[in-house]
């Protein structure tokens, strides 16, 4: 079913305490923490605007000072880099006050996924948004929010991503049950469950952090008591939308991309540092000294494993 209500906002909920990072989270919110020279944050702001979303609203908690500032323009420091003649260091700044229209609300206390998206509530409306979650994102070159838009306005209703894992990797996402359509890479969503045990789970098609909801979103969480962990999870209002009678001319029905594109996790001190490693042997302008210097590295801790 065809839908003309265009998607503008993203939501990205940004509150948490970025416990497996401290001491770096002590005095810093885990967002900034950077991406060679990009905090988290700014990347994923990055992958909402380049999917045509001009209105950005952050669910943030406490502390979060330093990414409010990151999005406005920084008036002293654009003089000084001015006066430099720091061109490029100029652009870099005011870039990031340039991306989209954002927002904040404060998501008073920390009650789970499904809480932070209903903070949002107001600032939405009745329209359906995206959700981005940033501890992981997506490369902007596989272009996965843009077919979700796509496939939102095919099927109407709510929209996930979803990855192919090992069977073993399952117990830390939501998991999905499909039935296929007739497009390859687009499936119906029967059935979700946050976080089953190995063993447990429907399929090896886990949730990653990228969402089109509906608006009815919004009364389905207000009506979902806490799930797993004791919290209000985003999976188990997603689960009453997709197993509802509603159709989606009523905000039921969901969806789900099959996703197979690069996906990078900040999510913890090993992925970060892979993701890191990954943008730095892909940046024109560091990757020329640094893969060779990375190649040597390597060689030198065990002469055997490389060339
Ligand atoms: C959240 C969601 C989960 C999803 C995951 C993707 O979990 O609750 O369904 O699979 O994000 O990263 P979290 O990682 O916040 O515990």
Redo the contacts with the bound molecule.
Sequence with gaps: MADSQAVTKAVIPAAGLGTRFVPATKAMPKEMLPIIDRPTIQLVVEEAAAAGLTDVLLITGREKTAIVDHFDRNIELEEILEAKGDLAGLDSIRASSLLASMHYVRQGQPLG?GHAVLCAADHVGDAPFAVL?G??FIDVRDALLPRMLEVRRRYGGSIIALMEVEPEEVS???VATIKPTDSDDVVAITDLV??PAVGDAPSNW????RYVCDPAIFDVLRRTGPGKGGEI???DALRTLARTDRGPGDGGGVHGVLFRGRRYDT?NKLEYLKTVIQFACDRPDVAPEFVPWLRGYLASLDPDATG
């Excluded at 886990?206 to 952090?209: E, K």
């Design positions: 996924l979650l501890d992981d830390a996402y939501g946050e976080k886990i949730v990653v952090g999870q985003l999976t999510g």
